[in-house]
């Protein structure tokens, strides 16, 4: 597991995992950062990152990075 901030443009990855305090997990959750969910990178630039989850296309500072675990599925061949 690490954390979402250290990803790169074309990864798939899975959301293991989220840390911090319980408003946050909650409003992250409703974004749809849940357990199991898969989520496409768009872009990375300094830890902040723009994803496809849910149908969705969402941009996350990198603070809010910090606080998603995940796992790599598919490194991007880049």
């Known amino acids: 597991m690490l954390p979402l901030m250290y990803v790169k443009s074309g990864d798939i ?3 293991s995992k989220l840390i911090g305090r ?3 997990k909650k409003h992250l959750m409703d974004l749809g950062f849940v357990d199991g969910a898969l989520a496409k ?3 990375s630039h300094n830890g902040d ?3 496809n989850i849910k149908e969705s ?3 996350i500072t990198k603070e ?3 606080k998603i675990m995940i ?3 598919d490194k991007s061949k880049n």
């Open 13 to 15: 990855v899975k959301i």
């Open 22 to 24: 319980d408003d946050s």
């Open 41 to 43: 990178v768009v872009s």
């Open 49 to 51: 990152v723009i994803l």
């Open 57 to 59: 296309r969402i941009a």
């Open 64 to 66: 809010m990075a910090e």
């Open 71 to 73: 796992e790599i599925i």
